[in-house]
C-alpha cells in the first residue's frame, strides 16, 4: 500500500486517540462513585493530562524501533489504564488508594503519547513540505475523536456514564492494532497533486464534523432512542471510512503511473549503488557540541535543543498558555454544574469542544501553511495571536455571563486545538526532523506542569475552599468520602482570573520567540526537502527502468 492508505489509517487511529478529552463527561461518576472531593479530582485530572502529554519515554522507543512497536505497547496501556479505571468507578473491585487511581488513569492517557508519537512523527516524516498541514489534519481527527467516541457510545450503550470509561478502554486499542504495520516511514516523494489530496481529506473531515454538529444540536433538543443514536453512529462511521475512496483512487493513478514509465523507458544498464546505511541511535544524539548547535532548521541534538533559548521560550509559552486551556477543559463539567446549567447542556459543551477543538487544528495547520508559504508569516506570531483570543474564554468564565459558557466553550476548543499544530510544526522547524520523536514530546510535557499549577493548586483549590464555605454556611458538616459541590458564580472566578494573567504572560513569551525567529521564517525553510526529493525521484527513475538482458 501507499503512503495515502497509511495516511487514512493514521486517520482512523488518531480519531480514537483522544479519550483524554472526555474526562469531563466521566469525572462526575468517578468523584461520585469514590468519594472524592474536587482537589482529588483534579489531581486525577493532572494526571491524566501528565500521562496524556509528557511521552518521552515513547519519543525514545520510537528513535531506535519501527512505529508498529510504539503503537502497539500505546494499545496495551490504553486497555489495562481504562480498563482497571472502570472496574474501580463500577465496583468491580475494592476502591483503590488515590495513589493507584492517578497511576491508572496515567498509564491509560500516556497511550495517547504513543499513538500520537506513532502516527504523526511518521506522517511529518514522510511529508516533510507539508508539515503544518499534516499536523492540522491528523491533530484535528484526535480533537473530534472526543465527539466521535461519544457518538459511538450512545450507540453502543445509551446513556450509562460508567461503560463510556469501558469503551474508550477497548476501542481505541483495537483500532491501533488492526492498522500496526501500515504505518511506517516512507520514501519522501512528493506528488503535484500532493495539497490537493490533503484539501480533499479536509473537506472530507468538515463534513463529519459539520454532521456531529448537526447531530448535537438536534439531541440536546429532542430526547434520541437508542435505535436513532445507533443510526447516527451509522452515519458517523461511513464518513470516517469515506478517505478511503479517495486512498483507492490514488492508489490506482500512481499504479498507472509507474507502469506507464516502465513501459515507455528505454531499457539501459543500470549500476546500482549501494545504499547509505542509516544510523541508529548513537550516544552523540545527546552530548555532541551541546552547546554550540547548528543554525535554526538543521538537526538539533536532543541536549543542543533542551538547552537552546528557543526551547525554553516555546516550552513556557506552553506550560501557561495550554496549561491555561487544558484547566478549562478539565473543568467543563464541574463548571457547568456549578453555573446552574443542565446535564444535557453539559454533554453539548463537551461535544462543541470536542468539534472546535477540531477545527482549531485544521484551521491553524492548514492557515499557518498557506501564510508561512505565501507571506512569510512566522509561526510563533499565529500562536501568539491564539493565546490571546484564548483569554476570552477565561474571562468569560471568570465573570459567568448568562448563556456564555457555549461560546466560551467554543472558544477553549478552538484556541486548545490550534495551539498543538503550531507548537509541533514550530519545533520541526526550528531543531530538524532527526531527532523529532523525542523533541516532539518533550514539547507537549510542558502543558501538565501548567496544569498542575493552574487545575490542581489554583482551581482545585479554590473551589474546595469556596465549596467549604458554603457548606459552612448552611450549617452543614462534611462527612467522610462525601464529596464537595460548589455552585455560583465564585467557585471558579479568582482561579480564572488568575489563568487569564498566566496566559497573558505567555502571550508576551511567544511573541519574544516570533520576534526572534522572524528572519529565520522569511527564507525558505523547506529548500532542503525539496533538493533531496528531487534528487530521489532522479534516482528512482534510473534505478527502477529494466536491465538490459545482455548484462
Known sequence: MSKWFMVFASLLIMSMAGATYLFSLYSNEIKSSLGYDQTTLNLLSFFKDLGGNVGMISGFINEVTPPWVVLLMGAIMNFFGYFMVWLAVIGRIAKPPVWQMCFYICIGASSQTFA?????????????????????????????????????YHAFYGNDVKSLVLLIGWLPCVVSCFFLRTVRVMKVDKQANELRIFYKLLFISLGLAGFI?????????????????????????????????LVFKEEFTLWKCKQQVLHDTPQVNVVTEKPEEISDLKPNIWFSNVFKPPPRGEDYTILQAIFSLDFLILFTT????????????????????????????????????????YLGRVVSGFVSEIFLSKYKFPRPLMLTLVLLLSCTGHLLIAFGVPNSLYIASIIMGF????????????????????????????????????????????????????????????????????DLTCIGVECYKVAFLVITGATLISCVVSLVLAIRTREFYKGDIYK????????????????????????
Not at 511529518?124 to 480533537?143: A, C, M, Q, T
Not at 467543563?332 to 454544574?337: A, R, Y
Not at 490550534?418 to 507537549?444: C, D, H, M, R
Request: with cysteine; aromatic share 10%.
Open 213 to 245: 454538529m448537526v447531530v448535537i444540536v438536534v439531541q440536546n433538543k429532542v430526547s434520541f432512542t437508542r435505535l436513532e443514536y445507533a443510526g447516527s453512529a451509522v452515519v458517523v462511521l461511513i464518513l470516517l471510512f469515506a478517505p478511503l475512496i
Open 528 to 551: 532542503k526537502f525539496r533538493v533531496q526529493s528531487e534528487t530521489m525521484v532522479s534516482k528512482e527513475l534510473v534505478t527502477s527502468v529494466p536491465k538490459n538482458i545482455d548484462e
Open 116 to 152: 500520537n508519537t506513532g502516527v504523526l512523527v511518521t506522517c511529518v516524516k514522510n511529508f516533510p513540505e507539508s508539515r503544518g498541514i499534516v499536523l492540522g489534519l491528523l491533530k484535528g481527527f484526535v480533537g473530534l475523536s472526543g465527539a466521535i467516541i461519544t457518538q459511538l
Open 318 to 357: 506552553t506550560t501557561f498558555g495550554v496549561g491555561g486551556t487544558l484547566t478549562a477543559i478539565d473543568n467543563l463539567g464541574q463548571i457547568g454544574k456549578a453555573l446552574g446549567y443542565p446535564s444535557t447542556s453539559i454533554t453539548t459543551f463537551v461535544s462543541l469542544l470536542s468539534i472546535w477543538n
Open 415 to 482: 484556541c486548545f486545538g490550534a495551539q498543538w499544530p503550531l507548537i509541533f510544526a514550530i519545533v520541526s522547524e526550528l531543531f530538524g526532523l532527526k531527532y523529532y520523536s523525542t523533541l516532539y514530546n518533550l514539547s507537549s510535557g510542558a502543558s501538565p506542569f501548567g496544569a498542575y499549577i493552574l487545575n490542581v493548586k489554583v482551581a482545585g483549590q479554590l473551589y474546595d475552599k469556596m465549596a467549604l464555605r458554603q457548606m459552612k454556611a448552611k450549617g452543614f458538616t462534611r462527612g467522610v468520602g462525601e
